[in-house]
């Protein structure tokens, strides 16, 4: 490992000697691209990751049918102009394995794996004030100082199994859709039972039923699901895509979601005639994608009458799609306006309710009570299965962090700091917490965003911080809790501007019982929140004391 950059401290011998940079998840894409940048910085760094390979979320989340639901010539790394030339998506959207693929490719031609440990789950992080070093423990025993500490732990990483009473004596086999097992699972022949009905449990369920003997379906809350319209890459698509790269990955950070090539929308949906108004909405349904269909009109997410006007439609097409009308007023979502939770995408979803081994069991009205021993039991009857997918998603954007003991010595935890909800400032830095980055954390557009372009942003501010400290020669950085107050406040205030708190989402946190009802990310759009970000720069990192 060598030296530090920022020379030793106090002289402790520590094992494998001090580094510049811990980084935790170091096999996501987040990871990836920092590890890229650090050590182009020639920063000594390490990085630890939990599972046993590169990949993050697309290393976990194995379920049949996973894709990624932004156009795979978006959700690409844009670093590398070879890289993104010579890569060739097969499909309009990736697919897990592919997008796997592509992170193993990356990992590889930069030699990046050399600077991770993998099978190692960080367990604490404790800063000492005096030396300005992070103290970072794992659960295979290692313990290592770093000076600076980056967190790329991911929003949707910690997956979430609810406590039901008697999983533990269920006879058959259960997966979590974010634990899926490498080897794949085959349901053929089976009885399956599905609980959750957002993005994993949609994409897996038209799979799922068509191997399974029977698929029951438990669904709490129905969700707004739009088809993907996925299809093999269009070569002439491909190609225009590839000469416009440059231009496009620019112009995508002056948009709000981080992806160019959608005119922003002039009117209203209130503006249109009726007829007129469910002209473009049937243009976008048959288009396919959801930045798309929300670019229909400009108020689809701020103004509850505009976009009843969209959730109608969906609800609409849901009733043409599936058969069974029973089925069909079950599966249309009521429950919150279209798009103040991830949006789905989909591929013949709505059709497989018309399948003859599929049933639909509404568990709002009679919750699953327990998992009994040859499957599960809700308040009106009994279900018998031979395997149970937990669809049921994660403790999200601050699950894998306060899964690590967090704290600085003699102050408070990360825990406790969060104890009503995470605070940062940018979803960067955290009050009290010196020297320790995030990446696309909470306060920052990341999940409403192409994950892609907020990491390359995240990091790329982040190294060119290490760096602005380095050619300075300090060594300690933390946020001025006044900034971080202010930027918590305006975050707060952009939400209560839109129709996203109106639903109980992981946005919100409502997914996790006892979880603080907080809306976490910014939802001021990429570019509003690049410009504060380049800002904050171009004024001497306002809002930041750097001393050491
Ligand atoms: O998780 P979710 P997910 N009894 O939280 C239900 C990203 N992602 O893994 O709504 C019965 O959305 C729960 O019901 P309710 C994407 O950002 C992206 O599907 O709480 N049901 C809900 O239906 C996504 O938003 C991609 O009432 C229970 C479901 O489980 C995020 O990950 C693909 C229950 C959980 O839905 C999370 O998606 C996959 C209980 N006790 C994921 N507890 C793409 O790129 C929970 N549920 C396409």
């Known amino acids: 490992m060598g030296g ?21 998840g170091g096999g996501g894409v987040a990871g990836l691209y920092l590890l890229y940048r650090l050590r182009g910085l020639g920063l000594n760094v390490t990085a630890f990751e939990a599972g046993s390979d590169v990949g993050g979320t697309w290393y976990w989340n ?25 890569w060739h998506w097969p499909e309009r959207y990736g697919t897990q394995p592919e997008i796997l693929k592509y992170v193993n490719h990356v990992a590889d031609r930069f030699d990046l794996r050399r600077y991770i440990q993998f099978n190692t789950r960080v367990t604490s992080a404790v800063f000492d004030a005096n030396s300005n070093l992070w103290t970072v423990t794992t659960d295979q025993n290692d313990m290592i100082r770093a000076t600076f500490c980056v967190m790329a732990t991911g929003n949707l990483s910690t997956p979430r199994k609810p406590d039901f009473p008697g999983i533990d004596d269920f006879q058959g086999e259960w997966y979590h859709t974010g634990l899926w097992p490498h080897e794949g699972v085959d349901f053929t022949g089976l009885r399956v039972g599905v609980i959750g009905t957002g993005s994993s449990g949609v994409q897996s369920i038209p799979y799922i039923a068509a191997q399974a003997k029977h698929l029951h379906v438990f669904q709490r809350t129905a969700n707004f699901s739009l088809p993907a319209r996925n299809e093999p890459m269009n070569a002439q698509t491909e190609l225009t895509h590839k000469a416009e ?3 496009r990955r620019k112009a995508a950070y002056d948009t709000p979601f981080g992806i160019a090539g959608y005119p922003p929308p002039a009117k209203s949906a209130l503006e249109v005639p009726a007829d007129e108004r469910d002209q473009i909405y049937e243009r976008k349904w048959a288009e396919g994608g959801s930045i798309s269909f929300l670019y229909s009109f400009n108020d689809l997410l701020t103004n509850k009458a505009a976009n009843d006007t969209a959730s109608e439609f969906v609800r609409q097409k849901i009733r043409s799609i599936v058969k069974d009308q029973e089925v069909a007023e079950l599966l249309a979502p009521h429950t919150h306006p279209m798009g103040t939770k991830r949006l789905i995408l989909d591929t013949n979803y709505y059709e497989t309710y018309n399948r003859d081994n599929v049933t639909l069991v509404d568990v709002k009205s009679a919750p699953i009570e327990e998992i009994t021993k040859t499957g599960l039991r809700t308040a009106q009857a009994g279900y018998e299965l031979d395997a149970i997918v937990f669809a049921t998603g994660f403790d999200a954007m601050t699950g894998a962090m306060l899964d690590i003991d967090i704290r600085v010595e003699g102050g408070p935890s990360l825990k406790e700091a969060w104890s009503a909800g995470p605070r940062t400032y940018l979803g960067l830095m955290i009050a009290g917490f010196p020297n320790l980055f995030t990446i696309t954390g909470p306060g920052s ?16 501010w982040i190294v ?11 060594r300690r950085i933390e946020v001025e809790p006044e900034a971080e107050e202010s930027w918590v406040t305006h975050v ?32 001021g759009g990429v ?7 380049d800002e904050v720069v171009a004024n001497g990192y306002e809002g930041f004391l750097i001393s050491g």
Not at 5 to 13: C, E, Q, V, Y
Not at 64 to 83: I, K, M, Q, T
Not at 527 to 533: E, G, L, N, R, T
């Open 464 to 474: 060119d911080c290490l760096q602005h400290l380095r050619s300075r020669h300090h």
């Open 245 to 247: 790269y440059p231009a």
């Open 527 to 533: 570019q509003m929140y690049k410009k504060k970000c």
């Open 445 to 460: 557009p990341g999940v409403k965003s192409n994950m892609m372009l907020s990491i390359e942003q995240h990091t790329n």
């Open 492 to 523: 707060r205030e952009v939400a209560d501007s839109t129709l996203y708190p109106l639903a109980n989402s992981w946005y919100m946190g409502a997914n996790i019982p006892g979880k603080p009802l907080v809306f976490m990310p910014y939802v």
């Open 4 to 24: 530090s950059a920022w020379g030793a401290t106090d002289g402790t011998s520590v094992k494998s000697a001090d580094v510049d940079v811990v980084v935790v």
């Open 62 to 86: 194995r379920y049949p049918g996973c894709r990624c639901d932004v156009d795979s010539l978006e959700y690409s790394y844009s670093f590398a102009n070879d890289l993104q030339q010579e």
